[in-house]
Every structure is written in C-alpha cells, then in structure tokens.
C-alpha cells in the first residue's frame, strides 16, 4: 500500500493528549515490530485501534505499513501450522491482491485446538481462529483508511472480508429457522470452535456493513461486493437479539456503534427505531454497571481495556448528543431516546476519570493487570486520549 506522509503538512497544533498518545503508539510500534528489529507480532483487535490511533495523529505512513503486516501476518497460516500460505488457499499472487479473501487470524499466542479435541474454556481464550467481532473492527479500520487516504484498495478489502466473514459466521439451524451467527470459527472458516452467538456481533455486522456501504468513492469499478443480500440478512438477526450488557466495553461498544449510525443516517437520525433500541440498552447497561461499584476495586483487580472501551463510548456520547441537537424538532418526538441520551451525558465525566486512572498507572510502569495486556491497554489509553481517528467516519 502506496504511503502518503505529505499530509501531515497541515497538521493542528499538538496538545498534551496528543503527544502523550503519540508516545504511547510509538512504544507499541516498537514493542511489536512495527518499525524498528523485532518480529511482528500482531493482533488484530488491537491492530485495528491502532491503525485509527496512527489516522487520528496524521501518522498514515504508520497506519498504511500496519493494515500491510497485518495482512502478511494474519491473513497467513501460522508458523507453526503445517498449512502454509494464505489462509483463504489463495496462490501468493491473489492473496496479495485479494489479502482478506479468507479472513484474518485473531493472532493468540496458542494454536487452534485439533479437530477432535475437547473444548477447554479457559484454554480456548488463548486459542488461535477467527472472532467476527474482530473482524468488524478490522473491516472500520480499513474503511476509515480509505475514506481519509483515498486508498481505494482498503475499502474493496473491507468489503471483501464483509463478504467472507458473514458466509461463515451466519448459519441457519434448521429448515425455516431464523438466522444465527457462531462467535469463533477455525482459522480457515471451515468449522465453528465456539458455535454460540456474541451478544453484539449481529449489530456490529450491520453498523458495519452500512458503513461500508455508504462509503462511494468516484472510482466504482472493482471496489467490492455490494453487500445487499449481508445487510438484508444480518438486519434480520439484528431483530431477534437482547442488545442490553452490564459490561463496560459491551456498554462502550454499543455507544460507539450508536454515533456510526447516526453519521450514517444524517437525515433526522433521531427517528429511526435502532438508534433508539441501542442507546437505551446502552444506558440501562450502564446503570446497572455502575451499580455494582467497579471503580472502588484496586487497579491490579480491573483490566484496563474494558473500562477504555467505556470511556471511548462515553466520548462518542457527547458527539452523539451534539448531532441529535441540530435536528431537535426529530429528538423531542422521542422521549425515551432523549430520556437515556440524557442519562447517559450526565455520566460522560467517567470518560476523564477512567483515562486518569489507567494513565496514571501507566505512567508508573504499569502494574500486574497493566503489564499482562499491555499492547491492547496501551492503544485503547490512546484511542481514549484522541478518539476522533476511530470515532469520526468523516
């Protein structure tokens, strides 16, 4: 992928967020071979954070090599898997074209368990395949990389993995039965590892799927699948599910999923059903987590990565308030919306005060919870600390 570092040329000034996230980026880079000598060591959702973390601080030089070792990386079969090459069987000519054809790898440090293994479920944590709600992420990182670089081989790839994800992961259990969807599926999409259904995975896939959509750059030709029957039928599973978490970073994800859709809608996005089904999970969610006082435990106790993913959604809550405003005649027809939109604005200041805490820990070395993920805390702390690269889809 062709670089493009003249456009830092007009770059705003730096503030302390700013440079504090760079630094933390800049660590990560050179923690997991990103630049410098050390191999690559990658993982996808982290990657993901990353790639929108190098967009938001003008570093698409960065953010370009990252998409490009991902997919050498995890777009292959792992060292230590006897099969070799592209994990979609592609020959190295299309996988180079084609990179995300057969899915990417969530990058665990343990391989996937043999067929006819028993399931571990502790063990299965640390266990190579394929999670949807990775790819999703990973699809948002590389729609974002083309919309701000105009790299139009990024969003046919996203699409592309749109495609080859939903065949895989969406299954119908008998004759005439709704749709579902697995949560983790072997390395080479042929076989569910975990055949039960992520609670959020159906509306990340829609979201996302939409988002790829809307995204129309002028050169159509060769730019992907167009998703339409994907988006119809993940529409219908979105229908069946319970979208209410007490989760931090299920809360933060659905806050973030409810700003993409509002960008998507544009045209009076209070009205629409969805958005109003997604922040009030978000916001009852929310309650009932703050209930059970979590930020009373010690740090070592916590993990990091979850309560950031709060944060960055509490972040997004103040963008979506700000776009639901301009069009106030549509929210005050939707009480209930605006109802748990307020709710949800009144706890924003958990946003600085999770940030405070793990920054402070960071900055201090880090401690046993810190230090035991410390490439998905530290560019989650950065996404917090500038969340427009992964926020903002314009």
């Known amino acids: 992928m062709a670089s493009h570092p003249a456009r830092r040329a007009h770059a705003a000034p730096v503030d302390e ?58 777009g292959r079969h792992r060292e230590d898997d006897a099969r070799k090459g592209w994990i979609g069987g592609m020959d190295e000519e299309t996988g180079e074209v084609h990179p995300t054809r057969g899915g990417l790898r969530i990058g665990k440090p343990l391989p996937e368990r043999d067929a006819d293994a028993g399931v571990d479920p502790e063990l299965e944590w640390d266990r190579d395949g394929q999670y949807f709600h990775y790819l999703t992420k990973w699809m948002h990182a590389l729609d974002l990389v083309a919309r701000r670089t105009g790299q139009a081989d990024a969003g046919r790839w ?24 697995y949560w983790k599926m072997r390395i080479d999409l042929s076989a569910p590892l975990v055949p039960s259904m992520g609670q959020h995975d159906p509306l990340d896939g829609l979201i996302t799927y939409l988002q790829l959509r809307a995204h129309r750059p002028p050169q159509r030709v060769g730019h992907g699948p167009e998703l339409d029957g994907e988006l119809r039928e993940m529409a219908a599973i979105v229908a069946g599910t319970n979208l209410l978490t007490d989760d931090p970073l299920g809360i933060g994800g659905l806050l973030t999923d409810a700003y993409r859709l509002a960008q998507l809608l544009r045209v009076r ?51 979506l308030w700000a776009a639901l405003e301009r069009d106030a005649a549509s929210l005050d027809t939707q009480p209930a919306l605006r109802a748990a939109l307020d709710s949800l604005v009144a706890q924003v200041p958990i946003a600085r005060t999770i940030t405070a805490t793990w920054l402070d820990v960071e900055q201090q070395g880090g401690d046993s919870s810190w230090r035991a993920h410390e490439d998905i805390n530290g560019v989650m702390l950065a996404t917090a600390l500038v969340p427009s690269g992964f926020l903002e889809l314009t």
Request: contains cysteine; hydrophobic residues 45%.
């Open 17 to 74: 967020n700013t440079r504090t996230a760079a630094a933390l980026m800049r660590s990560f880079a050179e923690r997991t071979g990103l630049v410098g000598a050390l191999p690559p060591r990658r993982y996808l959702w982290t990657d993901a954070f990353a790639v929108c973390n190098f967009i938001a601080l003008e570093e698409y030089e960065l953010a370009e090599r990252l998409v490009d070792q991902v997919h050498a990386v995890l």
């Open 158 to 181: 996203a699409r592309e993995l749109a495609q080859a994800a939903h065949r895989a992961f969406t299954y119908t259990p008998v004759p005439g039965a709704p749709q579902r969807m």
């Open 269 to 319: 996005p209070g009205d629409n059903p969805l958005l109003g089904l997604v922040v009030g999970a978000a916001a009852s969610g929310l309650t009932r987590y703050l209930a059970t006082q979590p930020f009373s435990r010690p740090t070592s106790q916590r993990l990091a990565f979850r309560e950031l993913g709060l944060a960055i959604g509490l972040q997004a809550t103040t963008r």
